[in-house]
């Protein structure tokens, strides 16, 4: 005899809501990744804040002076890079296929397709850039929630203890604390990895005498945050680059990526990271690729952010209830 399934209809309200839950979250989407990229700010920003604090400097002014340090960075650093990387950005794609001649003479492709396909690079490149800083309402709306979560971080626990009891409250602020702990970590130590590799690549390949230093440089510090894969693929360019010189100063110049990266990995990474934020390289490749399919760059920008702070909330999650 069939046996009988029932659903009750908790059930069945239970799931509507849940579909309803889900699709509100999916047209909401863009303001929850905008609230969370002010969190990581928020994050990578509150520690000098607290600093500031501690000689009597007003919160809000301790966050205002940083934005204003922060702004005023980006500023001199995009009026001193974005040109001239442009430029040899536009120079090494016009070259490209002559250098591609050199190196494969006996090749039958289409040179002109990859001329078609590479010398836009640097155009495109400042487009995006200009495309990038002039939505202000965007990076206003950005900063403005960073600056009201930086504010409130001290007042969170007593409102948490409004909606959920004191001692709830405390458990969410222990996994907040460690969410932003590791983020702030996390984020700060990848800017400084990054601009670390691209200034000792810049300098590397200006005394070898290598062209384009500018582009690779940029190239193989944005590239630092891929282990393993990153730093090769940041090589390649080069590598070539120095063939068409000479085979020694290619292999010299392979030598030198070799170097920069072994210094990076036993020692700048152990001085920068510390008790590390840092995950195993194939998650951090997978997480990569996952949020790239997903959500496009800003996917694949999001995607370890995201991991850590979820592995980070279960961890603590199943630590507080073990003592519990």
Known sequence: MPSKIEISHKTILFTIFFLIFLWFLIQIQEILSLVFVAFILMSAISPMADNLERFHVPRALSVLMIYVLLIALIAIAGNSIIPPLVVQTIRLGENFPALIKSILPSTTFDIQSITQQITPVGENLLKVTVGLFSNIVTLFTLFVISFYLILERKNLKSHLSVFMGDEAAKKVMTIWLKVEERLGAWVRGQVTLAFTIGLSTFFGLTLLGI??????????????????????????????????????????????????????????????????????????????????????????????????????????????????
């Open 211 to 324: 062209p384009y230093t500018f582009p690779l440089a940029i190239l193989a510090g944005l590239l630092e945050i891929v282990p393993i894969i990153g730093p090769i693929i940041a090589a390649i360019p080069a590598i070539l680059v120095a063939f068409t010189i000479s085979p020694l100063l290619a292999l010299a110049t392979a030598a030198l990526y070799f170097i920069i990266q072994q210094v990076e990995a036993n020692l700048v990474v152990p001085l920068v990271m510390r008790k590390a934020v840092g995950l195993p390289p194939l998650v951090t490749i997978i997480g990569l690729m996952i949020g790239g399919k997903l959500g496009g760059i800003g996917g694949a920008i999001l995607a370890i952010p995201i991991f850590v702070t979820l592995e980070t909330i279960i961890k603590e999650y199943f630590a507080l209830k073990s003592k519990s």
